[in-house]
């Protein structure tokens, strides 16, 4: 743009609106100053997503889930032998109940049934399904809710476990940091093993929660770090790693929009009677020529 | 990835309850002859199903290797056709009207299963309908129960996994070389690409401020 006589009040107007309407638009300029500050924001969860995904790959699923000392124990065949009660009353009050599962919890029936309660919200509140069903169970030899002892997790906890640790201790939990999803309440029964293995045993079915060891703490910070949510909760559908996947999506399409600028303008080809090439191609003639050729 | 929602990846609205709710549920009294009768099984499911055009109370039986029907009042072993398959999945299939079925086959052998399914579920029957997600139902052989249900989105979905993870054949290890290596890569150049600006921006204002 010509200079212009700020004296000249009429033409220095006309310039002025001139420059703001350019500046209010979109140009390259604007884009690669907006890539390189989005390059510096982005570089850090770059750098996590990066270093947590080397550390999953690394140490594969089994020590990601701290299953190195699990072990699925089979189900047992049913064997009702003393007193064996369906609880009707109970059951009816649920709702519609769609499956109604007889299975053994080490050496005693349970009944885990699967029910509908959207007619029926005041009664029996039970565990909820990911397809919008819950679930309650009971026991069979008494015909009340199920509800697993000290001494029956245990057992439970000793099943599952293939290590060679002694068992340690057990505890009662409410909820626990290990296990960030889980409602709980349930027991901790803890191994002595070089992995300091821990097994989480639900108070509601019986049922073997998790393994976890000396690792998991560090694993559940690399998912809270490589999920962006620092919840615990593991959802990958949350606010942040939106933002931050549209926001890198942006900046490589903008990368590429740059490279293939600069792959226009010369900075790939070695000729001097392009633009990008003209610094280079004056510093070789320096050298090849010397100083008297410069000019 | 990260826009598609979980849940609907894994496609629960595509589906609902086709069993019936219980109303005799006084049969689960049949549970310790049942367990004289079949002496090896592990677990016993009272259900009202859908069999041979009408609903029927029957007990999913589940041993160790097998799982089978059988009849709640009798206890013989019910088997399911081709027919009783087809009016499941329309019962099961959520939106209305319900489209037609576009394919329907019963894959027995493990080798033979769709990469989209666990291997393991097989035998299976295989629902597909003729809607705009092509949504399919994967029935177990022998009981009719859902096992999953994939759709359009989760097969995108599931090509998405595999570029993730970088594993190209069975989409499921997720320490394969190829990640090590661009893992290594990226954090390279990350690195290298933080020291520069540190140098261009950070070192030159600095060494300069030195020298004034």
Redesign the interface.
Known sequence: MARVNPLDREKYEQAKQRANRKSSGWSMSRMIRLHRIA??IL?VQ??IW??T??Y???M??EALNAQQNYHAA???????QGR?I?P?RQ??QLG?????????RDELPQ?AVVY?SAHRPRHEVGRSR????QQAWFDAETGQRWNTGAVLAQRLAVDSYLGSGMFNRITDVRRSHDLPRWPGPGFRIDFADRLQTRVYIDQVNGDVVAHRNKHSGLTELMYKLHFMDYSGQR???NVF??AA?LFSLWFVLTGIIMIIRIGRQGGFVARAGLQYNASLFKRLRTRLFGASHKN | ???????YI?G?HL?Q?A?Q??SQ??L??Q??K??TRY??????????RFIDGDFRYVFRV???DTRFLVNAFDLEIVSLSADDVRHIADLTYADSPVPKIHAKELILDAAEMPQEVNPAHAPVWRVEFADARKTTFYFAAETGDLLTQRHQAWRVFDVMWMLHIMDYTDRHR???PW??AF??L??FI??T??WL?LQRHVLKLWRRSWRA
Do not use: C, K, W
């Open positions: 390059g510096l570089v770059l750098l990066t270093v995904g080397f999953f790959s690394f594969g699923r089979p189900d047992r065949v049913l064997a009702i064996y369906v009707l059951l009816s519609d109940v769609y499956e109604i599962n007889v299975r053994m009944f509908d990911g397809d919008g069903l959802n990958f559908n790693i939106i996947g | 990835m990260v826009i598609l929602q979980l849940p894994h629960h589906s309850q069993d709710p219980l549920m006084e689960l009294e549970v310790p049942l367990q002496p090896e099984a592990t677990q016993a499911a009272l259900v009202r589940r041993t160790q997720i320490s394969t990640l090590y893992t290594v990226t954090f990350a690195i690409g933080l600006l």
